[in-house]
């Protein structure tokens, strides 16, 4: 397998450099490899960290910027970061009104994040408080993680955070609507064929030529069944009715969603997958007040797609109405 | 080779459908391939529009939006848009100012722009320029064209274009930035792995495990060389040497570079690719004012990249500068 990369083990240390050089907003705390905004700590003002393994971008460090996030710690690749490194990412935002972490439901992240809160209240005396997102329908107790696994819904909670943070809220309100958002999105993946991490060199997992994965995770962890090759219009009816039916949103209600690409696949096809998902939809009932197509927490070379849906209220629709500017997700005035 | 579509004639019109339903300001002209602001035309504006086949998404209604294109032809795959739809277009996007063409150097493209313009000055008196994009620096006379192609440099010349267009300009000014932007322009490709259309469902060409192509074209049109896997730094010095080469920029110039996707190929490694890119420009002498990383103008599913690099002037930067708001692209004010 062939990949625009040069000593594997220096692919995340590369990339982060190639980032924070693109995006002069960025800024990459000496020594580690994490990525804060350049202006951090924002003094008045809770700062939105998150953090995990890499090879799921522009997730994490690209939702930096102001409206959403204050930092991002990036593990090796499909790896935790370590505690030493969220302590530091913790302390260098915090603006003195505290700290507030969204984490991925996998095992090694929400362990490593408790550790590192822990040593920040310890040695900075930082508030902190987390949300653990777990929008994943597909599965419960998966490889890496018990319960529900966190995938792209986390972006939403990553919107609705910032926002929160950015018009002067406290730690306790951050965490309200981030648990809120958290309680009403639901993810389904496919896959239609492996990643390939840059160190092992060959796809993760074995998937044939006319075979393709239903409910896959975001490191290529088990999804619900293989089956033979469907049509997107197929796919799509199976992810998204396996999100309706977990999230149930009440008849009428206004939805946002998401077609995620997982890093293989080009936009063309997850436009096409949006186009059903959208008919779909509105043959439901619901009214889409917003729909994102593109690759926003990617798989490295996966290919295939994840459908996202978020069940709104007014406030979560003014929250992913507020600008926002970063790298990966950009909301403008009006 | 396994797809998220349906049946592979439906492509382009389903991902159009899906375009148009994730953003509410686009609007499809009704019966065509044609995509425009949903409140084209724009009165006492000129209108700015481009076409081409269809594959190379977000290029090209993914541009569409306020400072860039008013509206975009999609052709089949890899396939010229008619000279009817273009011509309906263009007469679409006329408010009364007239219509600015981008047209990027392929021989069918441009044939059928030409045809398309002395149509709409027949049928509808509307007054018509363009320009003929030729960024890469790879080749002369390739397949499909004579001098050279027109790839991701293009996003610049929509974007100075649009900006120009967006303040008032008439035709003439506007002709004048697209053309200085494509002279100061130059882009050169890489392919891993080669595309695979939808129709075909194979690979366009063949590529060994251990090879790769330089100068590759946005349709897998023959290269430079077909040399063995190099690193991520040894490609970007080869593709960033061959167009520094060509465009030979001032001692100290400032520049703007885009690291473009061709689709198959994650964020990760484009970042890795920006870090060298940067690196190398700075050991030159030569300033980026603005690095983009991301997916421009794709090959389908191909794996691989070009390196763009366009050498600035003031007007160039104030133009870019200008606020956009596009699916593809956002430039927000300050």
């Given at each position: 397998m062939k990949k625009l990369i040069n000593e594997p083990d220096a692919v995340v240390d590369e990339m982060l450099e190639g980032m924070v050089a693109a995006h002069p907003g960025l800024r990459r705390l000496e020594g580690t490899e994490v990525v804060v905004r350049?202006?951090?700590?924002?003094?008045g003002k809770v700062g939105i960290v998150t953090g995990g393994g890499s090879g799921?971008?522009?997730?994490h460090a690209g939702y930096i910027g102001d409206g959403m996030l204050d930092g991002a710690a990036a593990g090796e690749v499909f790896t935790s970061p370590t505690a030493d490194q969220l302590s530091e990412m913790i302390q260098a935002c915090d603006g003195g009104e505290g700290v507030f972490c969204v984490v991925k439901n996998y095992e090694g992240d929400v362990m490593n994040f408790e550790t590192a809160i822990e040593m920040a209240e310890m040695e900075a005396d930082t508030d902190v408080e987390y949300v653990v997102v777990d929008d994943?329908?597909?599965?419960?107790?998966?490889l890496y993680t018990s319960g529900r696994r966190g995938v792209a819904g986390t972006i939403f909670v990553h919107k609705v955070a910032g926002a929160m943070a950015h018009r002067g809220a406290d730690l306790a309100e951050i965490e309200r609507v981030a648990e809120k958002a958290n309680d009403r999105v639901g993810t389904m993946g496919t896959a239609l064929t492996s990643c390939v991490t840059p160190e092992k060199g060959e796809p993760t997992f074995d998937l044939g030529e006319d075979e393709i994965e239903l409910?896959?995770?975001?490191?290529?962890e088990p999804g619900t069944e293989r089956t033979e090759v469907m049509s997107a219009d197929e796919i799509t009816d199976h992810l998204a009715e396996a999100v309706l039916e977990d999230l149930d949103?009440?008849?009428?209600a206004e939805v946002a969603t998401i077609v995620n690409?997982?890093?293989?696949?080009?936009l063309m096809e997850l436009y096409v997958v949006n186009r059903r998902l959208q008919e779909l939809l509105e043959d439901r009932g619901l009214e889409t007040w917003n729909a994102r197509v593109g690759d926003y927490m990617t798989s490295l070379d996966m290919m295939g797609c994840s459908i996202t849906v978020l069940e709104l209220d007014d406030e979560l629709k003014e929250l992913l109405a507020a600008p926002a500017e970063t790298p990966g997700l950009t909301v403008t005035e009006g």
């Open positions: 350049a202006d951090a700590p924002v003094e799921h971008e522009p997730t994943d329908v597909a599965v419960e107790d998966s409910g896959i995770g975001i490191h290529g949103p009440a008849e009428g690409g997982m890093g293989g696949t080009p």
